[in-house]
C-alpha cells in the first residue's frame, strides 16, 4: 500500500531527528551527553507528520455539548488517530516525565522540539503545566494526580491552564473569575475564561481566580486546580464553544464557565500570582521551541524540494538565490535553538524554587522572555520563506508548507505577544536586576572560548552598551524602545551561544553561523563573501 501522504510532503519518511545534526550538537552541548531520539524523530517525520496534517484540513475537533441520554457533557471529540497520537506521546515516549523523575526540562522540550506542531504540542504543554502546578503546590494527595498527567497510568490525564479572559487578555490583573469559600471547601465562579486550550478535552485545569477580600490587579489572584467533575460525577465546570483559528487546529481551545465549581487551592492565596508566572515560563519556553521546530519542518520540507524541482535548467538548490535563502532560514533555526536552550538550561537549574526567589530564578526569567519573542519572530519569517521557495504551490493549502507557516503565525501572540515580553523583560532589570547576571553569564561563555570569534566580542559589547542606553532613557522611553532592546539583547545572545557551541570539539561550523546570525540580526550588513564561501556546508544539514 502507497504513503500517500509521501506524495504531498518531502519531509515525509525522513527522520526528524537523525536528520538534524545541528540539533543533535545543541542538545550534546548543553546536556555533555548525546541522547537518542531516533524512535521519536521517525514517529514524528512519519505517521504523527501525517495525523497532524490531516486533522489540519478534516478532522478538526468537534465540541459534544450533551450525551444521548440528555446529560450535560461538554467534551470533545478528537479524530482517533490523533487521540492515540497524544497516548503514545505522553504515555509511551513519556514526553511530560523527565523533570518529575529524575531527568531534565531539556528531555522535555527536546521532544516537543521534534513534535514540532504548536497545536498538538499545546495540548501536551498545558497537561505538563497542569502536572508542573500540581507537583510544586499541590498536597500530597494532590500529587497523585502527577502520575496521569505524564503518563504514568494506562490512559494519561490531559490538564489545562485558564488564565486569560476576555475583558483583558494578557492583563491577568484585569481578571474578575472570583473564588469564595463555601461549606468547608473552595468554590469559583465567572464566565469570561476566552482562550481556554484544551477545552473538552481537560480532565482537570488550574485556573486564576479572586479571592473575597482580596487585593485588586495581578497580586490579588490566587491559583486553582479544577476538576473537571464534582464528587457526584456531574459536570463542575461548562465548556461554551470551541473557537475556529487560523493554525493550531489540532488542540481544540474554547470558552470555560464556572458556578459555583469546587476547587483546590494551590499553595498560599496570596501568591497565586507567582505560581502562575512560574507556570507561564515552562509555557514561554514551550512557545520557544515550537516555534523552532516548526521552522526546522517548514526546513525539512523545503530543503529536500528544492533538491528534487528543477528551473532554468539546473536543481533549484544550485541557484544562488535559493542557497541565499536556504542560509538565511538556516542560521535563524540554529539561533532559536541556541538561545531557546540557553532558557531551558537556566530554567532547569532554578525550576524548584519558590518565592522569594533568587536571582538565578530572575535570570533564567528573562532569558525566557528574549528567547519567546526571538524564536517567534524567526519561525513566522523562516516558515515564510519556505513557502516563497516552493512558489505557487507553497499557498495551496493542499501541501503542509502553507500549514507550517499558519502554524507559526500563533507563537508571537501564545503566552503574551512581543509587547508583553518586552515589559516584563523590563521588570526583570528593574526591579531584579536580572541584567547584570546577563552580562556576568555571557561574560563567562565569552572568556572561557578558546576560539572566540569577532561576532561574539561585539554581542557582548552590544549587550553592555544596550543595559547602559536604557539606564540613560526615562520610563516613557525605555517602554517606548523596550521591544528594540529586546531584540538587541537576544541575538547578542544567540550569537554568543552560537559561537559557544562552536568551541565544542568537531563543531567549527558554528562558528561560522555565529558569524552570519551577527551579521544577519545585529549588524544588519550584507553577508561578506569570505563566509558565503562555506554556505552549502551549514544548508546541508544531515549527514
Not at 495540548?123 to 502536572?131: F, G, S
Not at 468547608?184 to 485545569?205: H, Q, T
Not at 536571582?359 to 528573562?366: C, T
Amino acid at each position: 500500500m502507497d504513503d500517500v501522504f509521501g506524495f504531498m510532503s518531502n519531509s515525509y519518511g525522513i527522520n526528524h531527528f537523525s536528520a538534524d545534526l545541528p540539533f543533535q550538537a545543541v542538545l550534546k552541548h548543553f546536556l555533555g551527553r548525546s541522547p537518542d531520539y531516533t524512535e521519536l524523530g521517525e514517529y514524528t517525520g512519519r505517521e504523527l507528520l501525517e495525523i497532524t496534517d490531516y486533522v489540519d484540513r478534516i478532522a478538526s475537533p468537534k465540541h459534544v455539548m450533551w450525551g444521548v441520554n440528555g446529560e450535560r457533557v461538554d467534551r470533545v471529540l478528537l479524530d482517533p488517530a490523533q487521540r492515540s497520537a497524544l497516548v503514545k506521546l505522553i504515555r509511551d515516549f513519556g514526553i511530560n516525565r523527565p523533570p518529575y523523575e529524575g531527568g531534565s526540562w531539556h528531555e522535555h522540550y527536546a521532544m516537543g522540539y521534534l513534535v514540532g506542531d504548536p497545536g498538538l504540542y499545546c495540548i501536551i504543554t498545558v497537561t505538563n503545566q497542569t502536572a508542573y502546578g500540581i507537583y510544586k503546590y499541590g498536597s500530597n494527595e494532590d500529587r497523585k494526580l502527577v502520575r496521569g498527567l505524564t503518563g504514568r497510568e494506562d490512559y494519561p490525564s490531559f490538564g489545562a491552564t485558564w488564565f486569560t479572559e476576555v475583558q483583558g487578555g494578557s492583563d491577568l490583573g484585569a481578571n474578575v473569575t472570583r473564588a469564595f469559600q463555601k461549606d468547608g471547601e473552595w468554590r469559583i465562579s465567572g464566565d469570561s475564561k476566552y482562550f481556554s486550550s484544551n477545552a473538552g478535552l481537560a480532565d482537570m485545569a488550574l485556573v486564576t481566580a479572586r479571592a473575597e477580600g482580596a487585593g485588586a490587579g495581578a497580586k490579588g489572584l490566587s491559583l486553582f486546580l479544577v476538576p473537571r467533575l464534582r464528587g457526584d460525577g456531574s459536570l463542575n465546570f461548562r465548556i461554551r464553544r470551541l473557537k475556529e483559528k487560523s493554525g493550531t487546529v489540532n488542540v481544540p481551545t474554547g470558552e470555560a464557565e464556572f458556578d459555583n465549581s469546587g476547587a483546590v487551592l494551590l499553595g498560599k492565596a496570596e501568591e497565586g500570582i507567582y505560581y502562575t508566572m512560574e507556570n507561564l515560563m515552562v509555557s514561554r519556553l514551550s512557545n520557544a521551541i515550537g516555534a523552532a521546530g516548526v521552522s526546522r519542518k517548514s526546513y525539512f520540507e523545503t530543503y529536500n524540494y528544492v533538491k528534487k524541482r528543477s528551473a532554468f535548467g539546473r536543481k533549484l538548490i544550485e541557484h544562488p538565490l535559493v542557497q541565499r535563502d536556504l542560509l538565511d532560514m538556516e542560521i535563524s533555526i540554529e539561533g532559536s535553538l541556541a538561545i531557546a536552550f540557553k532558557a531551558i538550561d537556566e530554567f532547569d537549574r532554578t525550576w524548584r524554587e519558590v518565592p522569594p526567589y533568587s536571582p538565578e530564578y530572575h535570570y533564567a526569567r528573562l532569558l525566557t522572555h528574549i528567547s519567546k519573542n526571538i524564536t517567534a519572530d524567526h519561525s513566522a519569517y523562516v516558515t515564510r520563506l519556505a513557502m516563497e521557495l516552493h512558489g505557487g504551490i507553497g499557498f495551496l493549502s493542499e501541501f503542509p508548507v502553507e500549514r507550517w507557516h499558519r502554524e507559526a503565525l500563533i507563537t508571537p501572540i501564545w503566552e503574551g505577544p512581543s509587547n508583553i515580553q518586552a515589559l516584563d523583560m523590563l521588570e526583570a532589570i528593574y526591579r531584579k536586576n536580572a541584567h547584570e547576571l546577563l552580562v556576568k553569564d555571557m561574560e563567562d561563555i565569552a572568556g572561557k572560548m578558546k576560539r572566540p570569534n569577532a561576532a561574539s566580542k561585539d554581542a557582548l559589547s552590544i549587550i553592555r552598551e544596550s543595559i547602559s542606553t536604557l539606564d540613560l532613557l526615562s520610563d516613557y522611553e525605555r517602554e517606548f524602545f523596550a521591544k528594540d532592546i529586546l531584540n538587541r539583547l537576544g541575538h547578542s545572545v544567540a550569537t554568543i551561544m552560537l559561537a559557544s557551541i562552536g568551541n565544542d570539539e568537531g563543531n567549527e561550523k558554528f562558528l561560522a553561523v555565529s558569524s552570519l546570525y551577527a551579521d544577519k540580526y545585529l549588524y544588519e550588513r550584507p553577508l561578506t563573501l569570505e563566509l558565503i564561501k562555506g554556505a552549502m556546508k551549514i544548508i546541508e544539514i544531515e549527514k
